[in-house]
């Protein structure tokens, strides 16, 4: 329940604390819980939720990449570029252009 409410509101304030809270749990419990069931850490989840919500957006070539970062969560666009490199192996205007 709790990776589907962070991949319906990618953008939203996903703390631990609010995570674990949703899950009816303690912060610490709920992050040993969330990595058993799901594999990765929460704050690797939303990181990637983010990331590819990004790459469907990229998808629009109508909107500037810089808005699609800051639509996903993103508060810095190097840290999306960078973020977008190392999960994708490319950045996102390279992914764009392999669209075209």
Known sequence: AV???????VSGHHSVRALAALASMSPFYFIRC???VVGTTPHAYVRIARLR???RMLCDPNLPIASVAF??????????N???REVFG???????ESMA
């Open 3 to 9: 990776a589907r409410a962070i991949d319906e509101d």
């Open 34 to 36: 969330f990595k058993r």
């Open 53 to 55: 919500e990004a790459g």
């Open 71 to 80: 639509d996903v969560g993103f508060q810095d666009l190097s840290v999306f």
């Open 82 to 84: 960078h973020a977008f």
């Open 90 to 96: 490319m950045t996102p205007r390279q992914l764009r």
